[in-house]
């Protein structure tokens, strides 16, 4: 069954604006990471940001906040202040401690488009 | 540079060809993953290491063998290639509260 849905294929963004990528996830482990990935056109995966599922507060790195909503089993990437290297193919992933804090799940990704 | 060097970064096998995709990690981070990534699509699981000493399937572990060298080594080996491996592989290493990619190896296998 797939544990992480990123329902957004694809979004374009204006320069400067923010956009906010949605990531839900499903598990019945109380102790979970979520994280977030950037693919750029090159190729490399870039870590951004890392949410533990006992944290009380949003993780935030730079620009990328994470908005985690526990309950609702969400885990959405906010980038403030869009730039045009922006554009890339974003994932989510989760890794649970079911598994012993091994294998990662990840979402189908979303693809963004930033415009000047 | 601390991260995840992978070699090597491109290759080209004929069918039925074997080889061995190296990974190693200078984060000391426990856990070490590789996957697969087709055109157009998101990551898949081949196989992972939560410790030295330990591997598990993933997603797609079938054509494919992995060995946790050490602590900082995890190779993956294609015993005899067929086209449908061909892909593009990364090699991962995460602890607790992060993750470094490799920066990918790019198989085609003709």
């Known amino acids: 069954a797939q544990k992480i849905t990123q329902t957004q294929p694809g979004m374009f963004v204006q320069e400067k604006e923010a956009v906010t990528l949605d990531c839900t996830y499903d598990?019945?482990?109380?102790?979970?990471?979520l994280f977030w990935y950037k693919q750029p056109s090159s190729g490399e995966m870039i870590f951004l940001i890392y949410?533990?599922?006992?944290?009380?507060q949003n993780a935030t790195e730079g620009r990328y906040s994470l908005n985690f909503q526990k309950a609702r089993k969400s885990a959405n990437l906010v980038i403030s202040a869009s730039q045009l290297g922006d554009s890339a193919m974003y994932f989510c992933a989760m890794r649970e401690t079911t598994d012993s804090w091994g294998k990662f799940q990840f979402g189908a990704g979303t693809q963004v488009v930033v415009t000047p | 540079n601390a991260g995840v060097t992978q070699t090597p970064k491109f290759q080209v096998l004929k069918t039925g060809q074997s080889m061995t995709l190296q990974c190693a990690q200078d984060?000391?981070?426990?856990?070490m993953y590789w996957y697969r990534q087709d055109p157009g699509m998101g990551l898949r699981l081949i196989y992972y290491?939560?410790?030295?000493?330990?591997?598990d399937k993933g997603e797609v572990p079938n054509g494919y063998n992995v060995s946790r060298l050490n602590k900082r080594e995890f190779s993956l080996r294609l015993e005899s290639a067929a086209p449908s491996q061909t892909s593009v592989y990364f090699c991962?290493?995460?602890?607790?509260?992060?993750?470094?990619f490799g920066s990918g190896t790019r198989l085609t296998v003709v």
């Open positions: 598990t019945s482990d109380q102790s979970y990471g």
């Open positions: 949410q533990g599922s006992y944290d009380e």
């Open positions: 984060m000391n981070h426990n856990s």
């Open positions: 991962a290493s995460s602890d607790y509260r992060e993750s470094t």
């Open positions: 290491s939560a410790s030295e000493g330990t591997t």
